[in-house]
């Protein structure tokens, strides 16, 4: 299994530097940043550009993967998009990879002044962003005309460092949103939420979990994919309790995702207030698991 770390874009890029590089050091797989313009409680506090953030964690780096988790047509056009990521690609020497997702209600899919989609259009706008987004960075020259984005001689020189491009992770929970992901280079869900009104349970969550990763497995078969060898991604923080509220904590939820099939999970650097309230030396303890190979890569 791989271990992630969400660093959340609220840094200056002294900061910024100095976490990318302590999650690398501890020995984590990858690293992550919210690709929102405004996130839920932390609306009025710094929160910086995603993609100038992954440059600057890119250059205080050498080895940690670096991703969006995840961008989202919500305010992003797969034209300039792909040539953001494939720059970014470039300056980290082909260590990126791009989380996406359909995009929530809220400060990003109001910013622009557009209304608000239905669930089915939100799917078919995902579907279109995935796969220009994909012909965008696989080619030099790409023409494009679809329901909702339009690319005219976009040019995409020099390319991704990596070949024929750098992976492309959707996150999925709807059977639809799931036939785009078993169709790209890997599954990311976050769990399903409780009902509105309602409390959700440790185990209420987790059993969420598992019938996800059966219904992906049913979707990728009749996609002619066996999500056995696929990449699955897990973030641990959609559960009620942190996942690093405790080192058992972690551990426990880590082996549950192993034991579901995920090859890779996803924490969060600990807050000291609203989301993801936590101690930081929690981090350091998993990333000592991880350097002693109790969580093995």
Request: aromatic share 8%.
């Amino acid at each position: 299994m791989r271990v992630g770390v969400v660093i959340l874009p609220q840094f200056d890029a002294a900061e910024t530097s100095r976490r990318w590089k302590a999650v690398e050091d501890m020995g984590f797989a990858h690293g992550w940043t919210y690709d929102h313009l405004a996130w839920r409680d932390l609306a009025d506090e710094p929160w910086h550009a995603t993609v100038p953030t992954l440059t600057v964690a890119a250059m205080a780096t050498e080895r940690i993967r670096l991703g969006t988790w995840v961008t989202s047509p919500n305010f992003r056009h797969p034209v300039t998009l792909a040539k953001d990521l494939m720059t970014l690609d470039t300056i980290s020497g082909g260590r990126v990879i791009a989380g996406i997702g359909a995009g929530g209600l809220g400060w990003d899919s109001a910013v622009l002044g557009r209304p608000d989609l239905p669930p089915p259009e939100l799917v078919r706008r995902l579907a279109e962003f995935v796969e220009l987004t994909d012909l965008l960075l696989r080619q030099g020259i790409t023409n494009w005309r679809g329901e909702y984005f339009q690319a005219v001689d976009a040019r995409m020189n020099p390319g991704c460092v990596q070949r024929p491009r750098l992976p492309l992770v959707v996150a999925a929970n709807g059977p639809r949103s799931m036939r785009i992901a078993a169709t790209s280079d890997g599954w990311a869900t976050t769990g399903v939420g409780p009902a509105t009104g309602t409390e959700q349970t440790q185990e209420q969550w987790w059993s969420g979990i598992a019938a996800l990763v059966d219904k992906f497995a049913h979707v990728a078969d009749a996609a002619g994919r066996d999500s056995a060898t696929m990449d699955k991604y897990l973030s641990l923080d959609g559960a009620p309790v942190f996942s690093l509220a405790s080192r058992g904590a972690f551990v426990d939820a880590a082996g549950r995702a192993i034991e579901l099939g995920f090859t890779d999970v996803i924490t969060h650097w600990p807050r000291e207030s609203k989301q993801y309230v936590g101690d930081p030396h929690v981090l350091e303890q998993v990333g000592d698991l991880v350097h002693a190979g109790e969580i093995k890569f």
